[in-house]
């Protein structure tokens, strides 16, 4: 239990980011289902699913620009100082 609530604590911006991305995304895909079904329940169940599917690719997706991010910085500071 631990371990889950200090990555929680490590990835807060990102979870916290993944959360707002998911309730957009979840009120954008119902407008669309149910434009494209006229049907409630069907436009309301694609809604759920695919937007969760997308919030994990997301956080997982920060998760790699951030590794990213901190590679390059890392590689900024070993050029600066072999300079």
């Known amino acids: 239990m631990t371990r889950i609530r200090q990555a929680a604590r ?3 911006t990102t979870l916290l980011k993944t959360g707002s991305y998911y309730a957009i995304h ?14 409630l329940w069907a436009s309301l169940t694609l809604s759920l699913l695919e937007p969760t599917v ?4 997301f956080f997982f997706h ?4 951030d590794r990213a991010a901190r590679r390059q910085a890392n590689n900024t500071a070993v050029t600066a100082v072999a300079a």
């Open 10 to 12: 490590q990835n807060k």
């Open 26 to 39: 979840i009120c954008v895909a119902a407008m669309v289902a149910y434009a494209v079904t006229g049907n």
């Open 54 to 57: 997308q919030a994990v690719a």
């Open 62 to 65: 920060e998760k790699a620009w």
